[in-house]
């Protein structure tokens, strides 16, 4: 299922480049540079927490993960992340 939708997003991206959509980017060294420093500073880990949670969403958030292809602990902080951020989007919505 994910191959699926890899493939499909895949295909997105190639129709919108063949479309002309991109453009090129000025100083492309300091703007790689630039947005490094900021991903690793958004993934930088520096503070550990525990919670309890039922065994249900464990097992649930586990299976999730394991259908994404990562661990359960970072899908957990991606959701955190998301949801800090507004970027959470629920399905269905």
């Given at each position: 299922m994910k191959k699926d939708k890899k493939n499909e997003y895949e295909k997105e991206i190639l129709d919108s480049f063949n479309n002309g959509e991109w453009e090129s980017v000025q100083?492309?060294?300091?703007?790689?540079?630039k947005h490094s420093v900021y991903a690793k500073n958004t993934m930088k880990k520096d503070k550990?927490?525990?919670i309890r949670i039922s065994f249900q969403d464990l097992e649930g958030v586990q299976l999730k993960a394991m259908e994404e292809g990562m661990p359960y602990q970072?899908?957990?902080t991606s959701i955190i992340h998301k949801y800090i951020t507004g970027r959470y989007i629920e399905k269905g919505r």
């Open positions: 100083n492309l060294k300091s703007e790689l540079k550990r927490v525990n970072t899908l957990l």
